[in-house]
Structure formats: structure tokens, C-alpha cells
């Protein structure tokens, strides 16, 4: 599985700015997709996760102004942000979780894109 995004770049503090992230390759193997993001000098985190069914869940920190969407016939997830803040400079970054199941057990593999930079000018 590839990871492809787009989308980032620079905005002031309660702009927008969408991100889409192009997956390519073993697709249908996908189970759920997200975007993590990681600023300087802290760790990667979660901001928001879709399940193949459509069931998202967000960071707190982001609830109410980001949405994540899924097309799965273009194999393609997007965060639309809203209302960005300075505090949402970092870069971000898409995940896929793979599940492959045999007859003796799942396993579960994390594919990431090479991510995407976004910087909020206050």
C-alpha cells in the first residue's frame, strides 16, 4: 500500500485548508485510515480516524473544526480543517491499517505517507 497526500501548505489563523491522501496498491486489504500529525520538538499524534464502515472519532483538540471523510471508490481519505489555529502547525501525516487474515491468525500492518506540511501564521 502507497500513501500519497496533498493539501497542505500556509494559512492564517481561521483559514482552511483540506488534505487528501491517495492510496494506491493492495486497497482492498485497508481497514481503517487517519491522520496523525507531529510539530516540532513533540511526538506524533492522533488527530482523526476513519473505519471502513464510516465511524470516525477525533483529538479533542480538533473536534468541531476538523471532519474526516473517506471516498473509498477513489480509495481516497480527506480532513477538511476549519478554524485553524497556530497551534495546528505541524506535519501531518496519513495512515493505513492493514489487516490480513489466514487461516491461523490476523495480522496487522501501518503504512504512512511522507507527509504533508501545515503551518497557521497567527
Known amino acids: 500500500v502507497q500513501l500519497v497526500e496533498s493539501g497542505g501548505g500556509l494559512v492564517q489563523a481561521g483559514g482552511s485548508l483540506r488534505l487528501s491522501c491517495a492510496a494506491s496498491?493492495?486497497?482492498?486489504?485497508?481497514?481503517?485510515m487517519g491522520w496523525y500529525r507531529q510539530a516540532a520538538g513533540k511526538q506524533r499524534e492522533l488527530v482523526a480516524g476513519i473505519s471502513s464502515g464510516g465511524s470516525t472519532n477525533y483529538a479533542e483538540s480538533v473536534k468541531g473544526r476538523f471532519t474526516i471523510s473517506r471516498d473509498n471508490a477513489k480509495n481516497t481519505v480527506y480532513l477538511q480543517m476549519n478554524s485553524l489555529k497556530p497551534e495546528d502547525t505541524a506535519v501531518y501525516y496519513c495512515h493505513a491499517l492493514v489487516v490480513v487474515h489466514t487461516i491461523e491468525r490476523s495480522s496487522e500492518f501501518d503504512y504512512w505517507g511522507q507527509g504533508t506540511q501545515v503551518t497557521v501564521s497567527s
Open positions: 496498491g493492495s486497497t482492498s486489504s485497508i481497514n481503517a
